[in-house]
């Protein structure tokens, strides 16, 4: 897949599009560009499904990966803290076209440590080295974590201890669609992420708001209906999109989310069977004749 012309795009960065935005939105000549990968990158199935040459390491990963795409949500933050030094090596190491997205750690959304403040200031030192290349902090928030008062009050001064690095919520939680939310992200220009799930019940819903207009922050988690409660990942996360579906959607969401903010990145987490980088390269293509102003 490597060689494969799929991921190419308007810019010559690898999977980024520049797509035009209404003149009535930001006046004559403005761009919107758009740059789609893939939520981690490192996995050994990618190998055996041929997205990776045979034998690669993973110290090689994401060198290959850069041939591909211009950005990449580091998934391995959420499970272990980042820390400066392996951090300072990733960059060091990476293409020099290629940007991040890092996962706020579990221990501050899905476990709440009691020392959760000493925890951000940890994760704030650890992931410094990213900064000039850091597109956002994805605080991604569990299912459970409704909109009770207590949770708005804890998502507050989460918001506050990440102040000044720029920041994207993805929430889970449907109790979370409303208007005063989106006023206050707006209010503090926190992305909210824009999420393509199934239709489920309880589930966030599929929007097109924009409440940061330096970001708009998608995330394709595959719309796998029997798989998503499983509790078993591979099954969560086993999807593969359909280019019409990919069309679909952006018809659907594009045209509006784009028109709102000055970069945008797309990024897809249905990683088994290397599903995501292909899905990714797909929607690079789409975009590309989207861009042109060719008819999807």
Same mark, same amino acid.
């Given at each position: 897949?490597?060689?494969?012309?799929?991921?190419?795009?308007?810019?010559?960065?690898? +999977?980024?599009?520049?797509?035009?935005?209404?003149?009535?939105?930001?006046?004559?000549?403005?761009?919107?560009?758009?740059?789609?990968?893939?939520?981690?990158?490192?996995?050994?199935?990618?190998?055996?499904?041929?997205?990776?040459?045979?034998?690669?390491?993973?110290?090689?990963?994401?060198?290959?990966?850069?041939?591909?795409?211009?950005?990449?949500?580091?998934?391995?933050?959420?499970?272990?803290?980042?820390?400066?030094?392996?951090?300072?090596?990733?960059?060091?190491?990476?293409?020099?076209?290629?940007?991040?997205?890092?996962?706020?750690?579990?221990?501050?959304?899905?476990?709440?440590?009691?020392?959760?403040?000493?925890?951000?200031?940890?994760?704030?030192?650890?992931?410094?080295?990213?900064?000039?290349?850091?597109?956002?902090?994805?605080?991604?928030?569990?299912?459970?974590?409704?909109?009770?008062?207590?949770?708005?009050?804890?998502?507050?001064?989460?918001?506050?201890?990440?102040?000044?690095?720029?920041?994207?919520?993805?929430?889970?939680?449907?109790?979370?669609?409303?208007?005063?939310?989106?006023?206050?992200?707006?209010?503090?220009?926190?992305?909210?992420?824009?999420?393509? %799930?199934?239709?489920?019940?309880?589930?966030?819903?599929?929007?097109?708001? %924009?409440?940061?207009?330096?970001?708009?922050?998608?995330?394709?988690?595959?719309?796998?209906?029997?798989?998503?409660?499983?509790?078993?990942?591979?099954?969560?996360?086993?999807?593969?999109?359909?280019?019409?579906?990919?069309?679909?959607?952006? %018809? +659907?969401?594009?045209?509006?989310?784009?028109?709102?903010?000055?970069?945008?990145?797309?990024?897809?987490?249905?990683?088994?069977?290397?599903?995501?980088?292909?899905?990714?390269?797909?929607?690079?293509?789409?975009?590309?004749?989207? +861009?042109? +102003?060719?008819?999807?």
């Amino acid at each position: 897949m490597l060689s494969s012309t799929a991921s190419a795009s308007s810019t010559g960065d690898p +999977g980024r599009v520049e797509i035009a935005r209404p003149e009535t939105a930001c006046g004559p000549g403005k761009v919107c560009p758009v740059c789609v990968g893939t939520c981690g990158y490192s996995y050994t199935e990618w190998v055996d499904s041929g997205f990776y040459p045979e034998g690669t390491k993973s110290a090689a990963m994401l060198g290959l990966y850069g041939r591909c795409f211009s950005v990449v949500e580091l998934n391995y933050t959420w499970y272990q803290m980042a820390r400066a030094e392996p951090l300072t090596r990733m960059v060091e190491n990476a293409p020099p076209h290629l940007l991040f997205t890092a996962k706020l750690t579990r221990t501050m959304t899905h476990e709440r440590d009691p020392n959760w403040r000493e925890q951000l200031a940890l994760y704030r030192q650890g992931i410094e080295p990213l900064r000039k290349r850091l597109v956002a902090v994805l605080i991604q928030l569990p299912p459970d974590f409704d909109r009770s008062l207590a949770n708005r009050n804890y998502l507050a001064a989460l918001l506050d201890g990440l102040s000044e690095l720029p920041l994207a919520v993805e929430f889970r939680h449907h109790s979370w669609a409303v208007d005063s939310v989106f006023a206050e992200l707006s209010r503090r220009r926190v992305t909210l992420v824009t999420v393509d %799930v199934p239709a489920l019940p309880g589930l966030f819903p599929a929007l097109d708001v %924009v409440t940061n207009p330096d970001l708009f922050y998608g995330r394709f988690h595959g719309r796998n209906r029997e798989g998503w409660r499983s509790g078993n990942m591979q099954k969560k996360f086993n999807y593969d999109y359909s280019v019409e579906e990919l069309r679909a959607w952006c %018809v +659907g969401y594009l045209p509006t989310i784009a028109a709102r903010a000055d970069r945008g990145i797309l990024l897809f987490n249905n990683h088994v069977r290397a599903q995501a980088p292909r899905n990714a390269a797909k929607l690079a293509t789409i975009l590309a004749e989207f +861009g042109s +102003g060719e008819r999807i």
